[in-house]
């Protein structure tokens, strides 16, 4: 019985593992279909639906504005966020506290009342550029992500290298910068691509703050899979986890998923 | 470097940002949504949870979000106990296929599962060639809990394979040695040394799955409403900033009150001397 149960765990792994990624593989496939329908290609392959997408102004709009608005968002989310992950490091005052769960709140507030307290309350004040608000939204969305991952970088600093500078005689600025800076690199890099694709990927907030002039590519690709239903649905998606697949290589790469599964 | 100022100026611009633009936002949100023309008021509370209406959609929001938790729940534990066993070269393998999706957007993720359940989807296409009947996985409440549970099943394994990789293994082996069988070591030695990851798990996946909209909208069609379909047609289609602001807290209120009911063990364990 007990000799039993590895396999047992195996095997529901196994299952579970094509649960999880067996979508992946369909959506691939049924992107290469020549028939004008979601289905298997039957038929042999075509990369037909890959230029239709390409062809499409709206959707195609729609995913440089997504690039463009993660990445300004991620460099915002990352400019703010290192200097307020390196002031809270180690702190312990009642102040860097509270504010630790400020920069978290994001996490613990559904993003659809979020999104809908963002447009209500630019709405109020005449608040009406549609880009600016999207992208303060994807700032605000993104900035836990980077607090984080820069705070588990800082905790995993040599302090020693840092006093030894100080000792002699660097100035705090000049010692952040020769000493913390070049430890801090591939934290702030992977906090950039968690960052870039935290943004890339959101649905939830941007639904409330697109419209006519400017969309998120999820956006866009919900809507138009709402009314629309050709294989040109699953090039797009095949196109967002190229994307997103290069972001779990990226921060893999740069402090390893690994940390997460190591144990004690 | 010590001066508690010098540190306080350097969090102060992030800290603005997000009390500013964020943070206040949503307190006047809330704030918005106990006001009424003559002042503060219930009034919006009162006629929103008046109705049947949101009562069905609050019970289906639940619901809906329990039984993902529990397939999740039901589908992550034997895999990460699995994992346990592993090298951590394999296991960080295997973590980062099943977690990786995670990285993907939502609605990728509930499109594929379109794609797989539709009437003439992937799964249906397969059960014909085999001579079976069509099944209707999709435009139904089995559809949008298939799809819940693909998208948010990656944070109830992070959170089991957190607390499963702190099991003492020398308990696990003691309880072994007195004769314990695999289910009563599970069940004696596993699952309390786990039980602050179940219930963190729990409750990551729940809040999730009760704020979702893609996922209801695309897999659940017209006929399966949630409260964050509600608020998204309250606010968007039918411009009643109120009552989405409204419905918006009603779900959130129940949110957290699953969030607090699932930390509620742990903080009495954390009270008792160990």
Redesign the interface.
């Known amino acids: ?2 000799r039993r ?2 396999a ?3 095997c ?2 196994a299952l ?2 094509l ?6 593989v ?2 691939i496939l ?1 992107s290469l279909t020549t028939r004008d ?4 290609p039957d038929q042999g392959f075509t990369l037909k639906w890959y230029a239709a997408l390409a062809a499409q102004p709206e959707l195609a709009r729609a995913a440089a504005q997504s690039l463009a608005l993660a990445g300004a968002s991620a460099l915002a989310a990352v400019a ?2 290192l ?2 992950a ?3 490091a180690a ?1 312990r ?1 009642r ?2 506290g509270a ?1 630790r769960t ?2 978290m ?2 996490l ?7 999104g ?7 709405g ?1 004040v005449g608040w009406t550029d549609r880009a600016s608000r999207l992208w ?1 939204a994807h ?2 969305l993104t ?1 836990p992500y980077v ?1 984080r991952t820069l705070g588990a970088s800082l905790a995993a600093l040599d302090h020693a290298q840092l006093r030894a500078a ?1 000792n002699l005689g660097a100035a ?1 600025l000049a010692a952040f910068w020769h000493v913390v800076l070049p430890q801090l690199r591939p934290g702030m890099a992977a906090a950039f691509v968690f960052a870039f ?1 935290v943004s ?5 907030m941007s ?2 703050l697109t419209g006519p002039g400017i969309s998120t590519l ?2 866009s ?2 809507t138009y ?2 009314y629309n239903n050709d294989p040109m ?2 090039a797009a ?1 095949v196109l ?2 190229l994307v ?2 290069l ?2 290589v990226l ?2 790469r740069m402090i ?3 940390r ?5 | ?1 010590r001066r ?1 100022d ?6 102060l ?3 603005l ?3 500013l ?6 307190l ?2 809330l704030w ?1 949504s106990v006001q009424t023309d003559a002042g503060l008021s219930l009034a919006g509370y009162r006629q929103f949870l008046g109705e049947d209406y949101a009562w069905t959609l609050l019970a289906r929001t639940v619901l809906l979000s329990l039984a993902a938790v529990l397939a999740s729940l039901a ?2 534990f ?2 990460a ?3 346990r ?1 592993l090298s ?1 070269r394999w ?2 393998v ?8 995670l ?7 509930t ?6 359940l ?1 009437q ?3 799964v249906n ?1 397969g059960l014909q060639a085999l001579g079976l009947p069509a099944l209707a996985l999709i435009y139904n409440d089995a559809g949008v809990v298939i799809g819940l549970v ?1 998208v948010y ?1 990656g944070y109830m394994l ?1 959170c089991l ?2 607390s499963v ?2 099991v003492d293994p020398a308990q696990w082996l003691a309880a072994a040695n007195l004769g314990a ?2 289910w009563r070591r599970w069940w004696s030695v596993i699952l309390p040394q786990c039980w602050p990851g179940v219930a963190a798990g729990a409750a990551l996946v729940f ?1 999730q799955c ?2 979702a ?2 996922t209801p ?2 897999l659940g069609g017209t006929r399966t409403k949630v409260l ?1 379909t509600e ?2 047609d309250l ?2 289609t039918y411009l009643d ?1 109120h009552g ?2 409204v419905a ?2 009603v ?2 209120g129940a ?1 957290w009150l699953f969030v607090s009911l699932m930390s509620l063990p742990a903080r009495r364990r954390a009270r008792q001397p160990a």
């Open positions: 019985m007990s149960l590895p047992l765990g195996a529901w792994t579970v593992l649960f999880m990624l067996g979508p992946f369909a959506v049924v329908y979601l289905s298997l703010l966020g200097p307020a390196w002031g809270l702190s005052a102040w860097a504010t400020l920069l709140t994001p613990f507030i559904p993003m659809i009342l979020s809908l307290a963002i447009l209500a309350m630019s109020a303060v700032v605000a900035l607090v100080r705090p694709i890339f990927d959101n649905v939830g639904l409330f999820p956006v690709l919900y899979a709402t649905v699953a998606s967002m986890v997103s697949l972001a779990v921060i893999e390893g998923v690994a997460l599964v190591r144990g004690r | 470097m508690p010098a540190r306080a100026g350097l969090v611009p992030a800290a940002f997000m009390g633009l964020y943070l206040l936002p949503v006047s949100l918005g589908l992550a034997p895999v106990l699995y994992l066993r951590v296991r960080t295997l973590a980062v296929l099943l977690l990786s999706p990285l993907t957007s939502v609605v990728v993720r499109l594929a599962w379109v794609i797989l539709g003439q989807g992937v296409a693909h099943f992070l394979l957190t990789l702190k069988g695999p809040a009760a704020s909209y893609v909208v695309l964050a608020v998204y606010a968007m900033w989405a602001a918006a807290v779900l959130f949110t």
